[in-house]
């Protein structure tokens, strides 16, 4: 899906028919609320940048004016550093919420549409996928807080799909360290495939909490994707077979869909799992900068989701 064959043209051009048709026409209904909303951000980080400066400035002076002299009354209360430092930052605080609540309230209508396209699935807004299936891929190290944003779950060629976009912290209190963040995807491949195969980045591998050294390291035909990755599993004929050229280059293109940091995959028992560390914000729609119909985001999207489910493709192919 991701080349440039003629199915995967063809499926871009139906793509693009299916958006100008069933959602284009949705989402301009909201292309008058976004202008609204935009120009309250705009006010709300226009007045937030002069009070925060101005709780640095006006107090020095004002000691340079009036010297020792005690300030009046209402000096003290609305000229009050703090006081007009609270009001700033409760300003940026007001612009990213209107932001955040624009965005939700667009993807509650939109995301029906868009992933009726694909199939059957379905989008939850903060549903978290089990701490347990984090500790068995084995891609994610120990953590304390799991925060969650968009999830995506259904079925695609008969595989079970879960895709999260998630954060993770370890320790507690002031004491805390970023663990993960990014998209982290289970699929359900209903078959015992390989039993302990991980694809790890070289310039990650050792960070990733678990005991991945003590799997026999797979050594694989592909010197680019030497280069990048390391792959260790218990069975490496089966690791050789189901890594062979048509994955590769689709899971080298996942990292570039994503624009990820890094990447990292393991296949455990039935289940085939992807940790995709990112440093930004994924699946973002319905920008206020943006005029709502900007196609250029649903793009983004449109090529981010097929990229996994061309994963799910060739795992099929090759289970075969």
Not at 118 to 131: A, L, N, Q, T, Y
Not at 180 to 196: A, Y
Not at 206 to 235: A, C, R
Not at 288 to 302: A, C, G, V, W, Y
Request: net charge neutral; hydrophobic share 45%.
């Amino acid at each position: 899906m991701l080349s440039t064959t003629t199915d995967a043209i063809e499926y871009r051009r139906t793509f693009r028919e299916y958006y100008l048709q069933s959602i284009a026409p949705i989402l301009e209904k909201y292309e008058p609320q976004r202008k609204i909303k935009q120009i309250q951000q705009a006010v709300a980080v226009v007045i937030s940048v002069p009070l925060c400066a101005a709780s640095l400035l006006v107090p020095l002076l004002y000691s340079m004016i009036a010297g020792d002299a005690e300030p009046p009354l209402p000096f003290n209360i609305l000229l009050h550093p703090l006081f007009l430092v609270v009001l700033g930052v409760s300003g940026v605080v007001w612009a990213v919420f209107l932001g955040r609540n624009f965005e939700n309230l667009v993807k509650k209508a939109m995301m029906p549409l868009f992933l009726s396209f694909f199939g059957d699935f379905i989008w939850k807004s903060k549903e978290k996928i089990p701490k347990d299936e984090f500790q068995k891929s084995m891609l994610i190290g120990d953590f304390t807080t799991h925060k969650a944003d968009d999830y995506f779950e259904g079925t695609y060629r008969d595989s079970t799909f879960v895709l999260s976009e998630c954060g993770m912290l370890n320790g507690g209190g002031k004491y805390q360290w970023p663990v993960f963040g990014g998209i982290f995807v289970k699929i359900d491949l209903h078959k015992n495939v390989i039993s302990k195969t991980i694809i790890a980045e070289k310039s990650v591998a050792g960070k990733i909490l678990q005991p991945i050294y003590t799997l026999p390291h797979v050594n694989l035909e592909d010197p680019e994707f030497e280069k990048m990755f390391d792959v260790y599993s218990q069975d490496q004929v089966g690791a050789r077979y189901l890594l062979n050229p048509a994955f590769i280059e689709r899971f080298k293109q996942l990292k570039d869909v994503f624009k990820a940091k890094y990447i990292r995959a393991s296949f455990v028992d039935n289940s085939f799992y992807i940790a995709i560390q990112r440093e930004k914000d994924t699946f973002k729609l319905a920008d206020l900068r943006k005029p709502i119909t900007d196609s250029n985001q649903m793009q983004e999207f449109f090529e981010q989701f097929v990229a996994i489910l061309s994963i799910i493709d060739i795992l099929k192919l090759n289970l075969k």
